[in-house]
């Protein structure tokens, strides 16, 4: 089954850990009912511990595509601070040589 618009609004707002941490207090395997969630038992079903894995999976790739976004940009920043201070230092030892 998967999940309704209801329960996958109810595990954003709750986040990964706690659900994390909520899906740890049901029984072991995929077809198991998992309680504590407000839309756990709603008319589309119960909310599952298959389902909750399925996203937090989906959270964990998000998570790792906006890391490596971020460590891209901070690269790209990176070297154009380095690219920066040498214009910076180029410019600066041009503009104060002494003539010969």
Do not use: C, Y
Not at 21 to 43: D, H, I, M, Q, Y
């Amino acid at each position: 089954m998967t999940l309704t618009p209801e329960q996958r609004a109810e595990l954003e707002a709750l986040g990964p850990e706690t659900v994390r941490g909520k899906s740890s207090l049901a029984r072991p395997g995929r077809n198991v009912p998992v309680p504590g969630f407000k839309t756990g038992e709603s008319s589309a079903g119960n909310l599952l511990r298959g389902d909750i894995e399925d996203w937090l999976a989906e959270k964990h790739i998000e998570d790792a595509r906006i890391q490596h976004s971020i460590l891209r940009w901070a690269k790209i920043a990176g070297w154009a601070a380095i690219i920066g201070v040498l214009i910076g230092a180029a410019t600066l030892w041009f503009t104060i040589r002494p003539e010969h």
